[in-house]
């Protein structure tokens, strides 16, 4: 079964989800079902900055963990905006992403000309890593999130269609690849080729087939044309009476 996106915004700057997620809901994504709180507490546990917050470790404990249960549950493709992240450490990026391993995460930021954090690139491949306009309206983005979420399908889509015809290729042609078969078919062995030709290195053998085959050219030749003369006369005579 294919992994469910789980589009990941991490900043830099706060967006409001709560405008965004009807739009979101008409592309198909889904927010997963949690409080403010929890999405600013998970931030604040991953990156450990919880005493710069005025907040207490176990006020912030298990919310990164909560949140990922809640987007589980919506069973589909989710958007979940944590912007604390933008500054995370590869170790801290890494640790987030642990928590998503049901999903396909797909790197979702709003920093305009700023190159995405390399914390994060490092871990998520180019092709999932979307830079976005600075200060989109919420339902800018979220039909730009929709549009991300569309483009991941079709790409998934067409790499399990090049798969499918991939193994119907190797069906048809025995379990080897069609270039192999095609070649097999169409050239001959070097042994067979070898012992074809080895006698005609040999010069008595080179004239002796060079003699035969005028003979009997020659043979069917004479044969040719008498049996023209002979076909021809005999219509002729047969219908007139008379000979040419």
């Given amino acids: 079964m294919a992994k469910r996106l789980l589009l990941l915004h991490v900043g830099p700057g706060a967006v409001d989800v709560s405008a965004m997620t009807e739009a979101l809901a008409l592309g198909g994504v889904a927010v997963p079902a949690a409080d403010a709180d929890t999405f600013a507490h998970a931030g604040i546990e991953i990156r450990r900055s919880h005493k710069a917050a005025g907040l207490k470790r176990k006020q912030v404990e298990g919310a990164w963990a909560r949140l990922c249960r809640r987007a589980r549950k ?3 493709d989710c958007f979940v905006s944590v912007p604390d992240l933008f500054e995370a450490t590869p170790e801290q990026a890494a640790l987030a ?4 391993a049901d999903f396909r995460v797909v790197l979702v930021v709003t920093s ?4 995405p954090p390399s914390a994060w690139t490092g871990l998520v491949t180019r092709e999932r890593t979307h830079v976005l306009p600075a200060h989109l309206a919420p339902d800018q983005l979220a039909a730009q999130v929709a549009r991300i979420a569309l483009m991941e399908e079709e790409a998934r889509l067409d790499r399990r ?3 499918v015809t991939r193994r119907r290729r190797m069906l ?3 379990g080897q690849p069609p270039d192999a078969t095609r ?4 050239q001959a062995s070097s042994s067979s080729v070898r012992a074809a030709t080895a006698c005609g290195s040999v010069p008595s053998a080179s004239c002796w087939m060079v003699t035969s085959s005028k003979t009997i050219r020659s043979e069917w030749r004479a044969a040719i044309h008498t049996c023209c003369r002979t076909s021809a006369l005999s219509p002729y005579s047969t219908a007139s009476g008379r000979r040419p």
Avoid: I, M, P, Y
């Fill in 112 to 115: 305009g000309f700023t190159a």
């Fill in 97 to 100: 992403l642990d928590g998503l």
């Fill in 161 to 163: 269609l090049a798969k």
């Fill in 183 to 186: 070649q097999c078919g169409c």
């Fill in 74 to 76: 919506t069973r589909s």
């Fill in 172 to 174: 048809s042609t025995g």
